[in-house]
């Protein structure tokens, strides 16, 4: 978990003996490609942190057609914001997700309950500040900019969105994920890879 304390300590010190804490929540999981680790309406209250591989969240609407939320993968992206797989409204809510989770390459996460989570972060003040500013920028500041693009944006603009938010998606997602999550057809966005070059 040497790059997850990296990622921590970006914003708070960590001694070996608070991270041997850290490495006694979460347990390792291997998770096959094609495998569905949460189904859309039940109650999602894990977090999965990813360590390789590549994950998706999606919603599925009244015509049965899937809609990428989120993609979840280890590789370069301005904010980190796709490393944790989760849903915690659904957690703190008590209510079915309107997600569902899919690995879509063999994968390897750290899984912990968010029970044991918020039981941890409980324990030490600088725990709570690294949970606020993850909240902040993993679900309210990555959210709100998420739900606007897809209201006011051109493809093209979400297009670049992309690109400047994670500039080596393309090595790790397979195109048609990408157009899912930007919400085009995949014929638009290989015109707008095209028009790129």
């Given amino acids: 978990m040497k790059y997850f304390r990296k990622l921590v300590e970006h914003y708070i010190p960590v001694n070996d003996d608070e991270w041997a804490k850290v490495c006694g929540i979460f347990d390792i ?33 009244l015509n049965g057609k899937d809609h990428t939320w989120q993609l979840y993968f280890r590789g370069k992206s301005k904010h980190g ?17 309107m997600l569902s989770f899919e690995v879509i390459e ?47 944006e051109s493809a093209a603009q979400r297009y670049e969105r992309l690109l400047d938010e994670y500039p080596y998606i393309f090595k790790q997602v397979k ?15 290989s015109k707008l890879k095209n028009e790129s070059r």
């Fill in 29 to 61: 999981k291997y998770i096959k490609k094609g495998t569905t680790v949460h189904h859309a309406g039940e109650v999602f209250n894990e977090i999965w942190f990813i360590k390789s591989g590549l994950a998706r969240s999606y919603l599925s609407d």
């Fill in 81 to 97: 914001l796709n490393h944790f797989m989760d849903d915690s409204v659904s957690f703190y809510e008590k209510a079915g997700s």
């Fill in 175 to 189: 195109s048609y994920h990408i157009a899912s999550y930007l919400g085009i057809a995949p014929q638009t966005l």
């Fill in 106 to 152: 063999d994968s390897i996460f750290y899984v912990t309950s968010l029970d044991a989570l918020d039981k941890f972060i409980s324990q030490d003040e600088k725990w709570g500040l690294l949970a606020r500013i993850w909240i902040h920028n993993t679900y309210y500041s990555a959210t709100y900019k998420r739900v606007l693009s897809l209201m006011s």
